[in-house]
């Protein structure tokens, strides 16, 4: 079962998003990256995050998380990108920016 820990106001920013993800539990999540293009052009990109700290989570949670991914995957529309993260350098806004133009 799948609960919708919280949703964020289009105005939050992405340091909003990475400030709801809890340091010791795994998550899936998804959110409107914005970043400029290598030309000047602001550009926006629905991204799923799998977030999944190592070292601060059990086995079995990994485990549940990542066996059942690919099939919350598939039935999320729009999504561009992917991103999982295992730590904090992970979501760093300038590396997901950096995600997003691949």
Request: hydrophobic fraction near 35%; charge should be negative; proline fraction near 3%.
């Amino acid at each position: 079962c799948i609960v919708d820990d919280c949703q964020g106001a289009k105005e939050e920013t992405f340091q909003d998003f990475v400030a709801k993800l809890p340091e010791d539990e795994p998550r899936y999540a998804v959110c409107g990256v914005d970043y400029e293009t290598d030309d000047g052009r602001r550009q926006g990109k629905l991204c799923f995050f799998f977030w999944s700290p190592d070292g601060k989570t059990s086995v079995k949670d990994r485990m549940v998380y990542a066996s059942s991914k690919d099939a919350l995957k598939r039935k999320l529309v729009g999504v561009m990108k992917e991103i999982q993260a295992n730590e904090a350098s992970d979501l760093d806004e300038a590396f997901v920016a950096a995600e997003m133009k691949r």
